[in-house]
């Protein structure tokens, strides 16, 4: 089997700072995705991709940037942290593109804004 | 629109009782759908999923889900839960497509 690992667990971040979450996967799968949870809220998708330097924007992707350098890693750029913001940011990893998948999914990295 | 709901936020159960997990899903064509569970501190797991053939969808841990078309249904089933399926359950839909589409999520309380 394979992981999927999310640097750093916690974040605390100050409002108009640039923050970066890290995602690596060992699956060698195609897709990785990005998703936002907030409490009482589905998951939203933030960034995907489809391949190596592959981006494609979901429906939450205003405020954030994405990078896929590699197949195995998908970073995640908050561009300009929001005061009072909290989220947890799930990364996740599938075959291949599309609802039929199954996802693979980190434990997540915790933001705090203060 | 396309749209997957949960209308139960919190569910309480004693250990040892069923369980029913409500989703309905709004969709022109049958979705694949999906039952994910998210134990504290964890990243989601597939439970189930669900595209055609027998409705009634066996997963892990004694999971099962059954399929309605009538109903617009997939809800989750357990015929006696234990303390450690203590966790927050989603219901996912979408098609080939497009990206999937979540529920809320419905967080399992069970009572000793």
């Known amino acids: 089997g394979g992981i999927i690992t999310q640097t750093p667990k916690f974040l605390i971040g100050q409002e108009g700072q640039k923050l970066t979450l890290k995602c690596q996967q060992n699956f060698n799968h195609d897709t990785m995705y990005w998703y936002r949870q907030d409490s009482g809220k589905g998951l939203r998708l933030i960034y995907y991709?489809?391949?190596?330097?592959?981006?494609q924007k979901g429906d939450l992707s205003e405020g954030y940037d994405a990078s896929r350098e590699k197949k195995s890693s998908f970073s995640l750029t908050v561009t300009s942290a929001q005061k009072n913001e909290m989220a947890v940011f799930l990364c996740a990893s599938s075959w291949d593109w599309g609802a039929q998948n199954t996802l693979y999914f980190g434990a997540g990295t915790r933001l705090s804004v203060l | 629109a396309q749209s997957v709901t949960q209308p139960d936020a919190r569910v309480t159960v004693s250990e040892g009782a069923s369980l029913q997990l409500r989703c309905k899903y709004s969709?022109?064509?049958?979705?694949?759908l999906f039952w994910y569970v998210q134990y504290p501190r964890q990243g989601l797991q597939l439970l189930l999923k669900?595209?055609?053939?027998d409705p009634v969808v066996q997963g892990v841990n004694s999971f099962e889900a059954e399929f309605s078309k009538s109903n617009s249904s997939f809800h989750l089933q357990k015929a006696s839960v234990h303390w450690s399926d203590s966790a927050v359950y989603f219901c996912a839909g979408g098609d080939s497509n497009y990206q999937l589409i979540w529920g809320s999520g419905t967080k399992l309380i069970i009572k000793p």
């Open positions: 969709y022109s064509a049958t979705p694949y």
């Open positions: 991709s489809i391949t190596e330097n592959d981006l």
């Open positions: 669900y595209y055609s053939g």
